[in-house]
């Protein structure tokens, strides 16, 4: 592509934030032209202002970004068509619809605007075909707001896409999920150190809602979802009850055969990868993979009473966040026909 997009980072600063940051600083088909994040940073150069707590060196490129105040006019400016929104559900609940109204393509991974039925929750390799709802919402005369699932939901919906042809009759399952989920600065360190939370406000429902959103199946869904001690990486135990009788070498196959949908640059070649260690996945391989941190890990498969179960390991900040909004942008632009 001969000219990139102009793109905007809406919270730029925070967890989210950072990746996207990270991620679109050698981007092929993106650049960053305009980075936000509250009120008292404005001025300020990224690389002296933001708390940078990813486990790779901050890219030279995004070191001197300026972050300016929210303000379309000055976005329109800038040539911004895609805004990436990282900001809190509180914050997005109020900026979305106005950026949607004032023309712009909004990809999002905030809950704020996840139920509207006009807006889809997008991940390219489960659901493309949702991406048509921005006609709904007017495009292309008029902005609209593309999201991506809650990060824990993400990896559920990964690893049982490639399923649904078995049918999916029930889902229990149980999450481990690492402190940079709740963004930063997050939970206090004397509540998360040597300890686990067994709650965390509003997952488990957004779990059961979005995974038959995003994959348009009913089944019964139990979860729990628990907060551990571990800065990357959701881990989820789950069991399935499928309408078919099926062997493990049939879900092994299902994941294998699960390819890339298009070529979009931050799609990984095999997005689900099942290995047979019994050791495997463990949050510490969450950056693994090309692109770093897309692809969802499965293991110790089981099948017992009829039931199938397994682990997944799903990288909360890439895949499940801004790593899928990305992807999702990339498709948008695939799909509509605006690579120039
Ligand atoms: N963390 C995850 O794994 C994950 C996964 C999926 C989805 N999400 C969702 O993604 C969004 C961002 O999450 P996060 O974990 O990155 O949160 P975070 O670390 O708290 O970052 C929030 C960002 O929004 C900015 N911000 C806060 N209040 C603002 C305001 N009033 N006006 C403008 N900017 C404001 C912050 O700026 P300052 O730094 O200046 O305060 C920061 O850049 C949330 O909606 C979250 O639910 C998170």
Redesign the pocket.
């Known amino acids: 592509m001969d000219k990139k997009f102009k793109v905007a980072v809406?919270?730029?600063?925070?967890?989210?934030?950072?990746v996207f940051m990270w991620m679109l600083a050698d981007h092929p088909w993106f650049e960053v032209s305009y980075a936000?994040?509250?009120?008292?940073?404005v001025g300020l150069q990224y690389a002296s202002?933001?708390?940078w707590v990813l486990p790779m060196e901050m890219p030279e490129q995004i070191k001197t970004i300026e972050?300016q105040e929210?303000n379309f006019e000055a976005m329109k400016e800038a040539g911004v068509q895609i805004v990436f929104?990282?900001?809190?559900?509180e914050?997005?609940r109020e900026?979305e619809p106005q950026l949607r109204a004032n023309g712009f393509y909004v990809f999002?991974?905030?809950?704020?605007m996840r139920y509207d039925s006009n807006v889809p929750i997008l991940i390219p390799e489960t659901n493309l075909e949702k991406l048509d709802l921005i006609k709904d919402q007017g495009y292309p005369e008029s902005g609209f707001v593309v999201t991506?699932?809650?990060?824990v939901t993400?990896g559920l919906a990964m690893a049982l896409a490639p399923l649904r042809k078995f049918g999916i009759k029930t889902i229990m399952m149980n999450s481990y999920q690492?402190v940079?989920?709740?963004?930063?600065?997050?939970l206090s360190s004397f509540d998360i150190t040597d300890n686990c939370i067994p709650f965390i406000k509003g997952e488990e429902e957004k779990i059961e809602k979005e995974v038959k959103k995003i994959l348009s199946i009913s089944p019964e869904v139990y979860a729990y979802t628990v907060r551990v001690p571990v800065m990357f990486g959701?881990l989820e135990s789950v069991w399935l009850d499928l309408e078919q009788d099926v062997e493990i070498e049939d879900v092994i196959k299902a994941w294998a055969d699960f390819k890339e949908v298009a070529e979009l640059p931050s799609t990984p070649k095999q997005p689900v990868e099942y290995g047979s260690d019994n050791t495997f996945p463990q949050p510490k391989y969450a950056f693994w993979g090309n692109p770093k941190g897309m692809v969802v890990y499965t293991g110790r498969l089981k099948k017992k009473n009829g039931k199938i179960g397994f682990l997944l390991l799903v990288n909360?900040?890439v895949k499940?966040?801004a790593g899928g909004s990305i992807q999702n942008a990339e498709a948008f632009v695939e799909r509509f026909g605006l690579r120039k």
């Open positions: 809406m919270g730029a600063t925070g967890a989210v934030g950072q936000t994040a509250s009120a008292s940073r202002t933001v708390h972050i929210f929104s990282a900001l809190p559900a914050v997005a900026a999002s991974n905030a809950a704020a991506n699932a809650n990060c993400t690492s940079s989920g709740a963004g930063y600065p997050g959701h909360n900040i499940g966040a």
